[in-house]
């Protein structure tokens, strides 16, 4: 996302390589990641000139690791290309061809701002996909630790990488951190409009004439049941908006709506009760909010039940 915005302000084009494509140990993987990434360059050139400034974002680089999480060597000749392009702006690679010829390959990105992406995945921390075992706050002190102290750092990524890459890497990245409890629960409100406009919206236009409204029990009910800290804030935005969908699709199907609710803009309130542990859903029209009807009440089987629950 940084770097979409920066080439958006700069009005700069990027070239993106996902190293997932690339983790085969054949030369054809480091010929196609050549090949990729020199068809790229040379449609760039073509439309904005030879000396064009570009972006080029390698992706995942993660999933090109040198060491598996077992401590076996992995065969990934790609990583040579990588680092080659990290220290000098250029690979080479000589392909075998038929009856002893060969043919060189060469791409040259010395003209490019050259950024890659990685990720630090559950399996080399033994977090847990469980909130109740794995905590916003454990995902934080890990953070804080490899992003704190070389030699922490330099110890997970020599889990991954070997020396002569870790070398390479150690300097050169920044570790974002991980979302806090407040960036959860700010991230479940603004799935909010989202929701809203899947449901409602045509064309940019409130066609459904409908406002949604969650109550801070049923924002804690979803932060309970979507934040796992270990798998990060895609699956929080997915989980909440899954959720949120079905309890408004449900309330909308089953509500036998008269004349004056089709007609007038209506307020849509979702809640949770703790105690039975169900959703319901409450109607308002906008005009008079302070009176309300209960449109839907379900009961939820909760994935991760609180220790403070009861009964």
Not at 23 to 35: A, K, L, R, Y
Not at 54 to 59: A, D, G, M, P
Not at 81 to 92: S, Y
Not at 295 to 300: H, M
């Amino acid at each position: 996302e940084i770097i979409r915005l920066t080439a958006s302000y700069l009005n700069l084009p990027v070239i993106r390589i996902n190293m997932q494509e690339f983790t085969s140990g054949t030369e054809q993987t480091v010929s196609n990641f050549i090949d990729t990434l020199s068809s790229q360059i040379e449609q760039i050139k073509k439309k904005h000139g030879e000396k064009a400034k570009y972006f080029v974002l390698i992706e995942e680089i993660d999933k090109a690791y040198e060491i598996a999480p077992d401590g076996s060597l992995m065969d990934r000749p790609v990583m040579a290309t990588f680092k080659d392009l990290l220290n000098d702006g250029e690979a080479k690679l000589t392909v075998s061809g038929p009856y002893g010829s060969s043919t060189s390959k060469k791409v040259n990105i010395q003209g490019a701002f050259l950024f890659y992406t990685m990720n630090f995945t559950i399996d080399r921390f033994g977090f847990e996909a469980d909130p109740r075992l794995t905590t916003v706050d454990d995902v934080m002190q890990a953070w804080k630790s490899i992003s704190g102290r070389l030699s922490d750092r330099k110890a997970l990524l020599r889990r991954m990488f070997l020396p002569d890459t870790v070398s390479r890497l150690m300097s050169k990245f920044y570790i974002m951190p991980p979302l806090s409890e407040n960036n959860y629960r700010e991230l479940i409100r603004r799935q909010v409009q989202t929701v809203l406009e899947q449901r409602f919206y045509l064309d940019d236009k409130n066609i459904g004439q409908v406002e949604i409204k969650m109550t801070k029990n049923y924002l804690d009910y979803l932060y309970n049941e979507t934040v796992i800290p270990s798998e990060g804030a895609r699956n929080t935005v997915e989980l909440t908006q899954r959720k949120m969908s079905h309890d408004i699709n449900e309330a909308m199907r089953n509500w036998k709506k008269t004349a004056l609710w089709s007609a007038e803009p209506i307020i849509l309130e979702l809640d949770f009760k703790s105690a039975k542990s169900e959703v319901t859903v409450k109607a308002r029209l906008q005009r008079d909010p302070a009176k309300a009807e209960e449109i839907y009440r379900a009961p939820v089987a909760l994935d991760f039940l609180r220790l403070k629950m009861n009964g």
